[in-house]
């Protein structure tokens, strides 16, 4: 943008001194004046060409400008070596707008069960619903990713895989977010398909740490 206007300036600049200086002469306008205008419009050109060697500088300071992009970040990824499950889990955490300068305030959970694929489309539906559409108070995310599904979401699977997985969210995860951030004990769940057994099985069993 800048490259460009600079090279109108300057192309209009010239079209004027040149129509000028045609007009001059086709007039037979006195040798003084043609003369002091002549050294006029010398050094307009001049400053003209001094504008047109900046081009390149403009240019590349265009493009520097264009590449210094700032990342989109909704979140991080956090690995947790688990004992209950005997194994390296990764969880996804998003934090509320407010976090940072809010530093005194604290935040509702929501534990998201296939965070593989629910992490990206929870972040932004909390953060419309938290703010533009103001209906839900901020969360804090925590989108928990997979790596037995079938396990995980089955009582009777390889020795009661759902109930191993229900006791590393309660013991490990939700012990290490409420001893990282500032949590207000208030908690939801969700999740979809078979994981959504998991979630109303916590509904019946651990009332007392689930609160939706």
Known sequence: MLAAAICTLAIFILTICIVTMFTLTKFNVT?????????????????????????????????EAINQSTPITIGQAVTLYSSEVDETRRRLMSLPKSYQRANKRSYPVLYALDGDVHFSHSTGTVSWLSGFADKIPELLIVAIKNTD??????????????????????????????????????????????????????????VDILHG
């Open 149 to 206: 599904r079938d396990r995980d979401l089955s009582r009777a699977y390889n020795g009661g895989g759902s109930d191993k997985f229900l006791k590393f969210i309660k013991t490990e995860v939700i012990t290490a977010v409420d001893n990282t951030y500032r949590t207000n004990n208030v908690q939801a769940r969700s999740g979809h398909l078979g994981l959504a057994f998991v979630v109303l099985d916590t509904v019946l069993h651990d």
């Open 31 to 63: 040798k003084l004046n043609v003369t002091a205008v002549r050294v006029a419009m010398f050094t307009v050109t001049r400053i003209c060409c001094f504008f047109l060697l900046l081009l390149p500088i403009a240019a590349v300071n265009a493009k």
